[in-house]
């Protein structure tokens, strides 16, 4: 099973990036999927979550409003847009799959999969 998170990168406060999470090795459809983000000196935060078929979503209250998940089954492949970021979402992003039906989405330790994370850095 692998999941490449890219799309991370410098950007100026106020701008834009869209984070994909490219899934391989499993039926795409069966996993939920979530976007994890570790600052420096921080503990890992939950992001975003969706469903499998995407009629479900949640987000950390930090990001509501300016960050959104979405999903591509046909892709196997997750999004992560991100408008109006800020110096505080510098951090890694990871995406990781969970398997199981029903789980707390905003505890990492629910899922059974991570990609390896995405840098991104946000300078004020």
């Known amino acids: 099973v692998q999941l490449q998170a890219s799309g991370g990168g410098l950007v100026q406060a106020g701008g834009s990036l869209r984070l994909s999470c490219a899934v391989s090795?499993?039926?795409?459809?069966?996993?939920?999927i979530g976007w994890f983000r570790q600052a420096p000196g921080k503990e890992r935060e939950f992001v975003a979550s969706?469903?499998?078929?995407?009629?479900?979503?949640d987000s950390a209250d930090s990001v509501k409003g300016r960050f959104t998940i979405s999903r591509d089954n046909a892709k196997s492949t997750a999004y992560l847009q991100m408008n109006s970021l800020r110096p505080e979402d510098t951090a890694v992003y990871s995406c990781?799959?969970?398997?199981?039906?029903?789980?707390?989405?905003?505890?990492?330790?629910?899922?059974?999969?991570w990609g390896q994370g995405t840098e991104v850095t946000v300078s004020s």
């Open positions: 990781a799959a969970a398997r199981a039906l029903i789980i707390d989405r905003r505890d990492a330790g629910a899922y059974n999969y």
């Open positions: 969706i469903s499998r078929y995407g009629q479900s979503t």
């Open positions: 090795g499993v039926t795409f459809s069966s996993y939920m």
